[in-house]
């Protein structure tokens, strides 16, 4: 599939219907907590109607080592990995090669063990197929072999019912989708390169990849966990991913990498129907499925220790084909309470975020340094969210 031709453009923020003066009250939250040394640094790009009104870094990309934050920066996307994983996916699935309601058993037979036979493909998408949450019992440096990882997860039996609760799955699900994709494509190619080769270099994502390329080493942001306080992830296994991911690499649940002019790239080719300039990557109709609620009205079980821990509500897991959406109702959401309820994007551990409003046609992508606790990156997501859907004036 040949690179697109599409080229970043940028307008004034008046041209499109943003108020200037109201957008700069996310840049000036940021730099406030940023001063309270509360987390390092971002880069940030808002853009309506695909053209970019805001493109900044602030504060440092390695404050220990002075190291000033830049737009080019390369950072650890962790979870909003699982959505580009899950874009190959959707290509299989668009060209008729797969099916949502495949049983993953049919394309690796080792897996449909321990109460996992009827498993789908669709259920690990949205993830009610009842695997486990947590990493598989394996070595800590076999983490990024895939082939080492499956194997694991081979073995894991069912923790849930499919298709009845939403357990969010941090590891599992989309290794093994990156290995039925591998597998249907006669694994002659890694995974790694299958996801570069049909969605990253369509899309003009030369800044992107699973693991750490080699020639974007330089530019690699270290994962520095500011934000010590026990919560939902452990911060030493967050820091190992400074010597775990290597150009080497494999994680298709957490381990790309990327800058946020390249998430803006994926952004906009989701907010087109599947489309970036010329090139087209997904049908339109495949991203309207992805893009609504599979999950109804059930709760995200990854929540329930912010349930206990910030005495947050119950509330509806709003999660499409690996897409968070924002949905209806009053309650945490790193979308920004104002935002559409077809509002869709992905969020990465502690630190990363991009969403598209389809309704005010507006896109944000926000990456930073120094990692908070989840529940804490919801209220600062949340309220840089809220900022930049109020500069919308039309």
């Given at each position: 599939?040949?690179s697109t031709?599409?080229?970043?453009?940028?307008?004034?923020?008046?041209?499109?219907?943003?108020?200037?003066?109201?957008?700069?009250?996310?840049d000036?939250?940021?730099k406030?907590?940023l001063?309270?040394?509360r987390?390092?640094g971002?880069?940030?790009?808002?853009?309506?109607h695909?053209?970019i009104?805001?493109?900044?870094?602030?504060?440092?990309?390695?404050?220990?080592?002075?190291?000033?934050?830049?737009?080019?920066d390369?950072?650890?996307?962790?979870?909003?990995?699982?959505?580009l994983?899950?874009?190959?996916?959707?290509?299989y699935?668009?060209?008729?090669?797969?099916?949502?309601?495949?049983?993953?058993?049919?394309?690796?037979p080792?897996f449909?063990?321990?109460?996992?036979?009827?498993?789908?493909?669709?259920?690990?998408?949205t993830h009610?197929?009842?695997?486990?949450?947590?990493?598989p019992?394996m070595?800590?440096?076999?983490?990024?072999?895939?082939e080492?990882?499956?194997?694991?997860?081979?073995q894991?039996?069912?923790?849930?019912?499919?298709?009845?609760?939403?357990?969010y799955?941090a590891?599992?699900?989309?290794?093994?989708?990156?290995?039925?994709?591998r597998?249907?494509?006669?694994?002659?190619r890694?995974?790694?390169?299958?996801?570069?080769?049909e969605l990253?270099?369509?899309?003009?994502?030369?800044?992107?990849?699973?693991?750490?390329?080699?020639d974007?080493?330089?530019?690699?942001?270290?994962?520095?966990?500011?934000d010590?306080?026990?919560?939902?992830?452990?911060?030493?296994?967050?820091?190992?991913?400074?010597?775990?991911?290597t150009?080497?690499?494999?994680?298709?649940?957490?381990?790309?990498?990327?800058?946020?002019?390249?998430?803006?790239?994926?952004?906009?080719?989701l907010?087109?129907?599947?489309?970036?300039?010329?090139?087209?990557v997904?049908?339109?109709a495949?991203?309207?499925?992805?893009?609504?609620?599979h999950?109804?009205?059930?709760?995200?079980?990854l929540w329930?220790?912010?349930r206990?821990?910030r005495?947050?509500p119950?509330?509806?897991?709003?999660?499409?084909?690996?897409?968070?959406l924002?949905g209806q109702?009053?309650?945490?959401?790193?979308?920004?309470?104002t935002?559409?309820p077809?509002?869709?994007?992905?969020?990465?551990?502690?630190?990363?975020?991009f969403?598209?409003?389809?309704?005010?046609?507006l896109?944000?992508?926000?990456?930073?340094?120094?990692l908070l606790?989840?529940?804490r990156?919801?209220?600062?997501?949340?309220?840089?969210?809220?900022?930049?859907?109020s500069?919308?004036?039309?």
């Amino acid at each position: 599939m040949a690179s697109t031709d599409y080229r970043l453009e940028s307008a004034s923020p008046a041209d499109v219907g943003i108020d200037r003066a109201r957008l700069e009250r996310a840049d000036a939250a940021i730099k406030r907590d940023l001063d309270a040394e509360r987390y390092d640094g971002a880069a940030l790009l808002v853009a309506r109607h695909g053209k970019i009104v805001l493109h900044e870094a602030y504060g440092f990309a390695d404050r220990g080592a002075g190291r000033r934050a830049r737009t080019d920066d390369v950072f650890c996307i962790f979870s909003v990995t699982k959505t580009l994983t899950s874009g190959v996916v959707l290509q299989y699935v668009d060209r008729g090669e797969l099916a949502l309601t495949t049983q993953v058993a049919e394309v690796i037979p080792e897996f449909g063990i321990k109460g996992k036979q009827r498993i789908t493909v669709g259920q690990l998408l949205t993830h009610t197929g009842g695997m486990s949450a947590g990493m598989p019992p394996m070595p800590v440096e076999l983490v990024g072999n895939l082939e080492a990882m499956v194997a694991a997860i081979c073995q894991q039996p069912l923790e849930g019912m499919p298709g009845q609760v939403v357990n969010y799955s941090a590891v599992t699900a989309h290794a093994i989708l990156a290995e039925v994709v591998r597998r249907l494509d006669g694994g002659k190619r890694r995974f790694r390169d299958i996801l570069a080769q049909e969605l990253l270099e369509p899309l003009g994502m030369h800044d992107t990849s699973l693991g750490v390329r080699a020639d974007l080493a330089a530019r690699r942001v270290p994962v520095i966990v500011r934000d010590r306080s026990p919560g939902l992830f452990d911060a030493d296994l967050l820091e190992a991913f400074n010597v775990l991911v290597t150009d080497d690499t494999e994680i298709p649940a957490g381990g790309g990498y990327s800058t946020v002019a390249d998430l803006f790239r994926w952004a906009e080719a989701l907010r087109g129907g599947g489309k970036l300039g010329s090139t087209r990557v997904l049908s339109p109709a495949i991203i309207a499925l992805a893009t609504q609620n599979h999950t109804g009205l059930r709760p995200n079980n990854l929540w329930n220790y912010a349930r206990e821990l910030r005495g947050w509500p119950d509330f509806p897991a709003y999660i499409g084909l690996s897409f968070f959406l924002r949905g209806q109702g009053l309650f945490p959401t790193h979308f920004g309470m104002t935002a559409s309820p077809a509002t869709f994007g992905g969020i990465g551990a502690g630190s990363t975020l991009f969403w598209v409003d389809p309704v005010r046609d507006l896109t944000f992508v926000c990456l930073t340094s120094g990692l908070l606790e989840e529940s804490r990156s919801f209220d600062r997501f949340q309220q840089l969210s809220d900022l930049v859907l109020s500069s919308v004036v039309d």
